[in-house]
């Protein structure tokens, strides 16, 4: 099991992606903290998560509030002692009419590019501490490339994202934390979805992809599966015995 015993927590988690990606963890061992501020998709998910014979726990979390990221990280250190892994997937679509809106953009901001610096800031001393650690930001293919169908707001919130994930992974490589940003294109609508989820928009997005096709939040987790798990793991300090395993100092 790749994730086997690794204390997890994925933000979102209630729907979409996040449930993919809770889902797809629990399976691969890992005991799963969904967090979310969807307060009974959440308990359901986790229920259903513990029925089928894996490991999950709810909590919630408005990831804009600092002070409810401290609660989580009390609950954690009380509860496992440790923090393996971090998915920062939680966020908010920014398509509506008005590209110039200026709540639009402070609100897309706040909870996309806020948050994750939030997430970061509060998980960063536990991994510190335990000199191992992954960390993975959803950002989006927005954050790379301009588009003519999203808020500018949300372009720089994702490519913000990308920016501090860069900035961690350089500057906490050597306390054996890794950070990895994952970019998807296009998707299902989220629920937040407002003129990316008109099917005739939708169609005009889809042509510009080279595949023909949305991608599923199954592939996007099986992504994020990989940067969370050992696989991706770059340890300073690894030595590579004689049987070619590789053994951290």
């Not at 204390?7 to 969904?34: D, H, P, R, W, Y």
């Not at 510190?128 to 919130?157: L, P, R």
């Not at 407002?194 to 169609?203: F, N, S, Y």
Request: hydrophobic share 40%; proline share 3%.
């Amino acid at each position: 099991m790749r994730l086997f015993d690794k204390i997890c927590v994925i933000t979102g988690a209630s729907n979409g992606m996040g449930a993919a990606e809770a889902n797809l963890f629990a399976k691969e061992g890992a005991q799963v903290i969904l967090c979310d501020i969807q307060d009974q998709l959440g308990k359901s998910l986790a229920t259903d998560i513990n029925e089928s014979g894996f490991s999950a726990n709810y909590v919630h979390l408005d990831v804009t509030k600092e002070d409810q990221w401290e609660s989580l990280i009390s609950f954690i250190t009380k509860e496992f002692g440790r923090l393996d892994v971090l998915v920062n997937n939680a966020g908010i679509s920014s398509s509506g009419p008005d590209f110039l809106d200026t709540d639009a953009f402070d609100r897309v901001m706040h909870v996309n590019s806020r948050s994750v610096f939030l997430g970061m800031k509060s998980v960063i001393p536990l991994m510190e501490k335990q000199q191992k650690g992954s960390i993975v930001n959803i950002s989006s293919v927005s954050g790379i490339i301009a588009q003519n169908y999203v808020h500018m707001g949300y372009s720089a919130s994702k490519a913000a994202v990308r920016l501090m994930t860069k900035s961690v992974a350089v500057k906490y490589a050597s306390k054996g934390i890794r950070a990895n940003s994952v970019h998807p294109g296009i998707l299902p609508p989220m629920t937040t979805s407002q003129g990316t989820a008109d099917p005739e928009v939708r169609k005009g997005m889809i042509s510009d992809v080279p595949m023909g096709r949305a991608g599923l939040v199954e592939e996007v987790g099986n992504a994020v599966l990989f940067l969370a798990s050992d696989e991706s793991s770059y340890i300073t300090g690894a030595e590579l015995p004689v049987d070619g395993g590789l053994t951290a100092k």
